[in-house]
Every structure is written in C-alpha cells, then in structure tokens.
C-alpha cells in the first residue's frame, strides 16, 4: 500500500510550495478569526512574518462557524480525491493550500459584511462553483481589491451579491453542485 503524502492542516506541503492561507482560529468566542495569505514558511511553524500586510479577512467567530463545515467537507473532499490526509479546523493556526485557500477566500469574502441568516445561499451558491470559477473569480478579485482594507468596494461587494442575494430554486428544476462535473460527465 501506498503512503498517502504527508500534508499540515488542509493539503500544505511546505516542501512542495512556501505560498499558502493560514486560518487562525482563536481560543474565545468573543474574538474573531483571521486569514492571512503567506509566501513563507519556517521550519516549527513559525509565524514571524504575519502583519497587517498579509491580512487577507476578519471574521466574527459566529460566521466562521457557520461555515466551518461546509468549507471541510468541500476541502476534504478535493483532498480525497488527490489521495492527500483530510484536515480538520481546530483553535489555533490551519494553513490551507494555496488553491484551496483560494476557493476559500472567495466564500470568506462573500460573507465577511453579510448578515447571518444568508450565509447558508452563499454556501449554496459556492459549492455550486467549479474549482476554476472559484480560482478565477479570486484572482479578479484579489488583483483589485484583495487587501483587507478593500472589503466595502469593488469586486468585494459583487462577490456579496452573488453568492449571497441570488439563491438558486431547486423548485424549478435547478440543482446546486458540481454543475460543470455532471454536463462534462454527459458529453
């Protein structure tokens, strides 16, 4: 049998690739969850180069649980299928593959300023999204208003509105999901 490659968090191999997303997850409700996008990292996961420059979003810890759940089943899943050890979000610090961590950020982005109660349409509509949509529309994104500062403006606020305010009708024949897989599958 072969080894599955031994990977941190979900799907990092630092010595594959420096460049990555750390979640860091606090011990206290009452204090919010960050994410950094990093270039480096140093043996005994040391995190000296984390700064304000590197913050990608800020989470209340209420929305972070919120779609906690959804963003491991959905990692775990890709993971799988690469042969790759699954991960789990715990306190503390989760460095999260560089693609991965892109797909991510796009569903952290979409909710960051979002009330509660449409988070779970803006999981819908995520998972709805094939890996390359997701890359893509990160990459447009974070060219323009990638920064934390940039979160009420631009390519932000479209990512609110389209994965927040447009739920899919699955009474009307719509099905969310790997869409693009299925029509592939069929032709």
Same mark, same amino acid.
């Given at each position: 049998?072969?080894?599955?490659?031994?990977?941190?968090?979900?799907?990092?191999?630092?010595?594959?690739?420096?460049?990555?997303?750390?979640?860091? !997850?606090?011990?206290?409700?009452? #204090?919010?969850? +960050?994410? $950094? /996008?990093?270039? =480096?990292?140093?043996?005994?996961?040391?995190? @000296?180069? !984390?700064g304000?420059?590197?913050? #990608?979003?800020? +989470?209340? $810890? /209420?929305?972070? =649980?919120?779609?906690?759940?959804?963003?491991? @089943?959905?990692?775990?899943?890709?993971?799988?299928?690469?042969? +790759?050890?699954?991960?789990?979000? =715990?306190?503390?610090?989760?460095?999260?593959?560089?693609?991965?961590?892109?797909?991510?950020?796009l569903?952290?982005?979409?909710?960051?300023?979002?009330?509660?109660?449409?988070?779970?349409?803006?999981?819908?509509?995520?998972?709805?999204?094939?890996?390359?949509?997701?890359?893509?529309?990160?990459?447009m994104?974070n060219?323009?208003?990638?920064?934390?500062?940039?979160?009420n403006?631009?390519?932000?606020?479209?990512?609110?509105?389209?994965?927040?305010?447009?739920?899919?009708?699955?009474?009307?024949?719509?099905?969310?999901?790997?869409?693009?897989?299925?029509?592939?599958?069929?032709?």
């Amino acid at each position: 049998m072969i080894a599955r490659i031994q990977s941190i968090g979900f799907g990092f191999i630092p010595d594959e690739a420096k460049h990555h997303f750390l979640v860091v !997850i606090p011990t206290s409700k009452s #204090k919010n969850v +960050l994410i $950094y /996008e990093r270039f =480096k990292w140093d043996s005994g996961n040391q995190v @000296s180069d !984390i700064g304000i420059n590197s913050l #990608k979003a800020e +989470l209340k $810890y /209420e929305k972070w =649980k919120s779609i906690e759940s959804a963003l491991s @089943s959905e990692l775990n899943y890709r993971l799988k299928r690469e042969d +790759l050890l699954v991960g789990k979000f =715990k306190q503390g610090q989760n460095p999260v593959e560089r693609l991965l961590g892109k797909e991510m950020m796009l569903l952290v982005w979409a909710i960051e300023n979002e009330e509660i109660h449409k988070i779970e349409i803006a999981i819908k509509n995520w998972l709805g999204l094939s890996p390359e949509e997701r890359w893509w529309l990160f990459t447009m994104t974070n060219a323009v208003t990638g920064s934390y500062d940039d979160k009420n403006r631009g390519w932000r606020v479209a990512l609110r509105y389209a994965l927040c305010d447009n739920p899919i009708d699955e009474t009307r024949g719509y099905r969310q999901g790997r869409i693009a897989e299925e029509l592939y599958k069929k032709i």
